[in-house]
């Protein structure tokens, strides 16, 4: 059985072409309160490459997760996404760049802006895990 990150999972593909013109999914849950209360409609986007800050779709284990990327890196000649929860204690597991299902660009009804304060902190994040992770 695939990964539940692997995008050779027909649900996650055809998702994905649903986000190539838009699509609408309430969020369920408290961990991007902050900025995504419980109850919003939030509508996704294809994205060609998420940045730091920006809040993304990805496949979790058994739904779809709408996280904040925190960073990306290389490994194997591929592209991993890391995302965390905003109210998150550390960053999930990262997914190859291609799981990602696409990038919200609105919420209820309105453009979602990022703002830098929160791409920096987003960013100090990513350098703070890739810290930890090298010290061991």
């Known amino acids: 059985r ?5 995008m050779s999972n027909p649900v996650n593909l055809f ?3 649903i986000a190539a013109s838009g699509l609408t999914v309430r969020v369920q849950g408290t961990c991007m309160d902050s900025s995504i ?5 939030v509508r996704i986007r294809q994205s060609r490459f998420p940045l730091p800050g920006d809040v993304v779709v990805v496949p979790g284990e058994d739904r779809l997760l709408v996280h904040r990327v925190i960073g990306a890196y290389r490994r194997n000649g591929a592209w991993k996404i890391l995302t965390r929860a905003d109210r998150g204690a550390r960053p999930d597991m990262a997914v190859h760049a291609s799981a990602v299902i696409g990038k919200v660009v ?3 009804g309105r453009p979602l802006r990022v703002p830098v304060g929160t791409r920096l902190l987003a960013f100090t ?6 810290l930890v992770g090298y010290a061991r």
């Open 106 to 108: 609105s919420k209820d």
């Open 37 to 41: 209360p419980d109850g919003s409609r």
């Open 125 to 130: 994040r990513f350098l703070r895990f890739a």
């Open 2 to 6: 695939a990964p539940p990150n692997e």
């Open 15 to 17: 998702l994905k072409d």
